[in-house]
DNA sequence: GGATGGCCTTCCGATCAGTGGAAAGTCCAC
DNA sequence: GTGGACTTTCCACTGATCGGAAGGCCATCC
């Protein structure tokens, strides 16, 4: 483990060691992961706590604090977006009452900001705040679509981690979704991730007209007919789209569908 | 604005420029707004970009980086809580369609860590991410009456807030309704916070039995009956707490069905 | 064109905040 | 009582951090 020369490098280790595995973790095992003297660790903990970015519980045990909470909401994903996007997500479930999500792209990953699911929806391997590579998953593809040519370029060169047999992971493939998506305008991505579930997504796009988000659903891969999912999530993302204030939303173009 | 000594504290003060009004700042602005030397502000914030705490955009200014929000998730009011009560907030929401609410309680703030509203619903002030006082909010009051004496106490001692003409502001009264909430297991919170809504709330248990969090629904203070909500509130929250496992909520356990 | 002002970036020496070893304190289990 | 695991406090040394200063870039104004 590298240990970072700069006090800022030291406090994003510290909260590094927080995962999803470990949501909680004591003193000691902050100490032990991080790599730091105990005594520094004790002291930069409780720098943490003192502004919120960490709670500490009765039993001494340390957890992420809800101070950040107040600042991750702030990110250009977040702010705004979900705030708009969530009566258009609210239809949209209550018309299919399956696993709806909201995504936004960071470099080459799709990184989850919202999703409604139901009791009895399919399990997804996605939460809130989890990161997916953009060529895997249907939000990610109608993102990555969308995206500067470099971005897209970056994406092409990137070795691209296989999830099933039907993942894309040849530049090839990956080129021929990619204009696929932009001729469909949605994206129906089989299988990508897991072999039961089937994901139909669409592109939002913000008030400078680029893509900006993602909105999908996802579906056992069974049935289910693809085809009445995907005016509903295309009406879906249209509407945020236009609750964004973006151009090409709000005149109706008829790009050649009926 | 006192600048604090240590690093971490100056990388707090960093972030703290941050603000629903400004949610993107460029480094002079950092640098003025944080009251350090723009030398020292570059640094540190080239350190936060590095780590994804910030983003720079194509303009070169700085927003919240979605890094933030794989912490975030992480904080005890939103992993588990949050996946685990959505389902029953999507119920409550489709049987009301009205603005549905989760909060946690930091000290003596109620944090929303969820919100569900309509296109039509009646606006109200708060936000993902946002606080109110506990005295003011129905889902605060909510878990204050279940909270432990000291926090009772402290809030008790501690200066309230006015809001409207209705808001509780003596200790007297928070007693009193806080003495009422725990007999009937629900709040009416009526105007409170804004004269024209009216919220019904109740605390949800985990799985050591205390109240970690409420649930609420806002309507308009006319032309919706309180009545028929206070059932649907009261039933979600049991369905959260026993999702959550709390014990007094899991009803007579059938054994042996397999 | 040259001047001006705003903003960003880099450099560097003095200084002072940060580090971590060590020791003392706390708590629990055996 | 003893041992062990964890936390808290102390302190002297040191090297990371700070901020002034200088330079670069890019507008806008005269």
Known sequence: MTTPKSVAGRLFTLLGVFSEQ???????????CAGLALSTTHRLVSEL????ALDRDADGRYHVGLRLWELAVLS?????????AMPFLEDLYEVTHQNVQLAVRDGLEAVYVERISAHNAVNVVTRIGSRLPVHA??????????????DQ???LRSPMRRFTSKTITTPAALREKLAQVRRDGYVVSDAQIELITLSVAAPIRGADDTVVAAVSIVVPQDGVAVGTLVPAVRT???????????????RSPRRGAP
């Open 22 to 32: 470990r949501p909680s973790a004591n003193l000691s095992e902050l100490s032990r």
């Open 49 to 52: 706590v003192e502004w919120g």
């Open 76 to 84: 250009p994903g977040s702010l705004g977006l979900r705030e708009r």
């Open 137 to 150: 998953s249907g939000v990610g593809l109608a993102m990555l679509a969308h995206a500067p040519a470099e």
């Open 153 to 155: 370029e970056l994406a």
């Open 236 to 250: 879906a993302a249209r509407g945020i789209s236009r609750a964004l204030g973006a151009p090409s939303a709000v």
